[in-house]
């Protein structure tokens, strides 16, 4: 089977909204039947109806902090999935000092009664926790410190993939007794993607997405704007470039785009960024990047 994962940019522009660029939200569904949403921007849930994906169906919610572009969108989407008849659970990991709003949000939007949501907390600066687990596949996220003006997390996304036969074999008495014996078996190397939420490109975040797959990179600013970035706690699409490449990182999005960008516009940033890292993409709303495991 093909172990295939999307990544759906649902809300790529930063604090101030714009039509074409929603605040903070992000799509991955995988293989597994897996459906996390990073960030939970004002709008996710017209977002998620134009990508064609029922809020019924998002199983995690992971927050990277509480400014209002990256969590509003949150009550209007809860309420969505108990208005859609949602039963089964959701799981929302947070930053602790979230707790209180996300419990009132629950309660206000009644969703409580109608389907359990789990709230997992951060308690310190790093951790892990294990998404789900299907047959020999694990899906585990590890969050971490970024640089930013409040408490504010990043997430890497990983697929740990289990030993499997390096070619097929149609007999499942063959297959059972190479497994066993382990001769022809592989493990295929984990797939990782990593999402920065707010940063200013820092240490902690070159550390923690080292070698990654995929990083999605947060970039407000273009590279005239430094000071500004700076200032702010965010990142210019240069910043975000020097990340990717003193990170090692096979492949670079930029996200989180200032609404001064207009259209076209901000095809400057993605252009000055591949000075710095060739491997760079622009996001937009509503884009689909295909990544194989
Ligand atoms: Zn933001
Ligand atoms: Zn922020």
């Not at 459906?35 to 029922?54: K, P, Y």
């Not at 939007?109 to 109608?114: D, L, M």
Request: charged share 25%; aromatic share 8%; net charge negative.
């Amino acid at each position: 089977m093909a172990r295939l994962i999307e990544l759906i940019t649902l809300g790529t522009g930063a604090a101030l909204p714009s039509l074409e660029r929603f605040t903070a939200a992000h799509l991955l569904r995988d293989w597994l039947g897996n459906v996390i949403l990073l960030d939970a921007g004002e709008g996710v849930q017209h977002r998620l109806r134009q990508a064609g994906i029922s809020p019924t169906k998002v199983e995690f919610i992971a927050i990277t902090h509480g400014h209002g572009d990256h969590i509003n969108g949150l009550p209007g989407l809860l309420q969505t999935m108990y208005l859609s008849g949602r039963t089964s659970k959701l799981t929302v990991i947070a930053p602790r000092y979230l707790e209180d709003y996300l419990k009132s949000v629950i309660e206000v939007e009644g969703s409580e009664k109608a389907f359990q949501v789990d709230l997992a907390p951060i308690t310190a600066d790093e951790g892990s926790y294990v998404i789900s687990v299907k047959g020999r596949d694990r899906l585990e996220l590890r969050w971490f410190r970024t640089c930013h003006s409040i408490e504010s997390y990043g997430f890497v996304l990983e697929w740990v993939l289990g030993p499997r036969l390096a070619r097929p074999v149609s007999n499942a008495e063959e297959a059972k007794r190479l497994m066993e014996t382990g001769k022809d078996v592989v493990v295929p190397a984990p797939l990782r993607v990593a999402y920065t939420g707010d940063t200013s490109p820092c240490e902690n975040v070159i550390t923690s997405v080292r070698g990654v797959d995929v990083l999605i990179h947060e970039a407000t600013f273009d590279s005239t704007m430094e000071a500004e970035a700076a200032k702010f706690g965010h990142s210019t699409s240069v910043g975000a470039a020097r990340v990717a490449k003193e990170a090692s990182v096979r492949k670079l999005i930029l996200t989180h785009v200032s609404t001064r960008y207009e259209g076209y516009e901000a095809k400057a940033l993605e252009e000055e960024a591949r000075q710095v890292f060739p491997d760079t993409v622009l996001a937009w709303d509503l884009a689909r990047f295909a990544l194989k495991a």
